[in-house]
């Protein structure tokens, strides 16, 4: 019986680490600079921290105005309301008030 040895071939052996250094490679770059990765993460945080400030600003908005509506109410409505709705549906102004155009 006959058997055939081959040489080690020093280019073979670096096939595997070759792909395995490549795909270690395209996931670290997309781990650092992807879509959700570091340098992204970091603006969804700004992005995150603008939109709960507007949502607060909304909320404290809409707490104003549900406060107003309360006054508007029937059986509770305020003199200061009224006059005030009034002069802004009607543009009334007394003689001794001065106009400030916004």
Known sequence: MRTIQR???WIARLVVPAVLLACLGYF??????GQYG????AELKSQL??????????TRRREHL?????LLEDGTLERD??????RQSLNFLSADEITILR
Not at 66 to 70: A, H, K, P
């Open 7 to 9: 040489r080690k071939n």
């Open 66 to 70: 549900e406060q107003r509506v309360r």
């Open 38 to 41: 570091l340098a992204a993460t």
């Open 81 to 86: 309301m009224l006059d005030e709705r009034v």
């Open 49 to 58: 921290e603008a939109r709960v400030e507007a949502r607060y600003a909304l």
């Open 28 to 33: 670290s770059t997309h781990a650092q600079d």
